[in-house]
């Protein structure tokens, strides 16, 4: 199979299912496969749960304040309600990066797609989580998880942000940028999970000081954009030691060395 599109090695994420039971590379059936139980799971807990609020009556589970702030009621999955919020973020955005050829959105608008979610993201998440907390007169509801949404989000913008201004300077950086995106996003959560627990200086002071809305948000807003920032920290560091060059050079042994517009070679 001839392939010419380096990136084409990562339609299976979306389209191509059948590596499920496939013989060949273990990377990429390690990924499908995440990728299948998210896609399983995700809609199927959302549709469920919906058509259990129904069920027994539970009316208030569908207000549009309590769909955005339990994000879809992933925020009421069990147990640490936190990380299948943060989890469901990682989820959309590998799935946005990887869409399938054709989608309606052009590749190159993705960051602007990522970027103006979040914009909206910060008021919107605001405005539903303080109603969330009003409503069940809870200070910081376990269950609303829009503000791992959104601190993501703004993690994932600082390395869109980050990632333009490489692209500025080479344009070969976004070869290795792309590729490795899942990986990147991988490092951002866990990034992301340990400074929204920790919760360090500024951070920890915003979750004591502030109430409502914003107390809820303005904690993981500021974890995330320090997750973006020791991101870019640590991959830089790990650019110029050497050390990303070795870990690419052993994920994919095959591309590195090959010019952009040369075909790979045929498996």
Known sequence: MQMNDPYSRYDWLVEH???LFAAGDP????????MFFATGFFPAWILGTSFY???KRRFAWLHPAEMIATSLHVGRIRPAPGTWGSLFTIYLLVWLIFAPEGNVLNPLAIPVVILAATVLIIPIGTWASGVYARRHTKDDPSEVVIDEVAGILVGASVMIIGWGILLHQDMMAFRPFLVLWPGYLAVLFLLFRLFDIWKPGLIGRADRNLKGGWGIMADDLLAGLLAGLVFW??????KESGAFLWI????????VGIAP???LPSK
């Open 17 to 19: 299912f059948g590596l």
């Open 27 to 34: 990377r990429q059936q390690i990924g499908a496969w995440l």
């Open 53 to 55: 609020a129904l069920v």
């Open 233 to 238: 920290a640590i991959f830089f560091a790990m």
């Open 248 to 255: 690419y050079k052993i994920w994919f042994p095959d591309w």
């Open 261 to 263: 517009e040369t075909p």
